[in-house]
């Protein structure tokens, strides 16, 4: 089984419908993240959580919400969709206080919008 | 503010052919540098990374990297390149901000391996 599951894989969904793009994790990390990938962008952080009562906005955030219902879950809600939400997304954990420790990745949700 | 930039959207090489991608990054601060790599279809995962010490770091698959910083630099090398490098590659950096780490990416370059 994978470390960081994400749920689903790909979803079609129409514009203005609510979606929520599930993440879990079974490597005990306590910082999860949400990145959006787009063609010629990289990945770009919408939200992060350092813990279950610490959520944080990324660079990308309006249009999202999250939720860190535990430890190890964290969903990512788009409230109403909208075609320039389409992209790839992933979610992502890491350990430890500083910045040196890698990132471990989901499979990533691959969101379209019409 | 803290920047990553990938100069090349797409480099194709021959097969056995050595190949360099290229990475910047601007700080103010001290960072920590990483090189990640997506296959096809698939999440990214870790190729090398600098942390501190020795300035030539190696990973996975061949792959090394040169910490370079006076001219704020973390190229990729590797000497020999497969058909199975295909891959979409990535640079990063961290840095401590108000407590944490977050990985900002540059925006990716498409090593396409060709016969």
């Known amino acids: 089984d994978a470390d960081v599951t994400q749920t689903p894989r790909n979803r079609i969904t129409k514009t203005g419908k609510r979606i929520m793009l599930e993440c879990s994790q079974t490597?005990?990390?306590?910082?999860m993240y949400w990145y959006r990938q787009d063609p010629g962008l990289g990945l770009r952080l919408i939200y992060y959580s350092f813990d279950v009562k610490d959520i944080n906005k990324g660079e990308i955030s309006d249009g999202y919400s999250v939720s860190r219902q535990a430890q190890a879950k964290f969903s990512l809600s788009l409230e109403s969709a909208i075609p320039n939400q389409t992209a790839l997304y992933f979610c992502?954990?890491?350990?430890?206080?500083?910045?040196?420790?890698?990132?471990?990745f989901g499979q990533g949700t691959r969101l379209t919008v019409v | 503010a803290q920047s990553v930039t990938q100069l090349d959207s797409q480099v194709p090489v021959f097969e056995e052919a050595p190949v360099e991608l290229r990475c910047n990054y601007s700080?103010?601060?001290?960072?920590?540098l990483f090189w990640y790599v997506q296959y096809p279809n698939q999440g990214l995962q870790l190729l090398l990374k600098y942390l501190s010490g020795s300035t030539l770091v190696k990973g996975i698959n061949g792959f090394e990297a040169e910490f370079n910083k006076s001219q704020t630099s973390f190229h990729l090398r590797k000497p020999s390149v497969h058909i199975s490098d295909t891959a979409e590659y990535f640079c990063a950096v961290t840095w401590t901000a108000g407590g944490g780490n977050k990985l900002t990416f540059g925006t990716g370059t498409q090593l396409k391996v060709e016969l």
């Open positions: 700080s103010s601060v001290s960072v920590y």
């Open positions: 490597k005990g990390h306590d910082r």
């Open positions: 992502a954990t890491s350990e430890g206080q500083g910045g040196n420790t890698e990132a471990f």
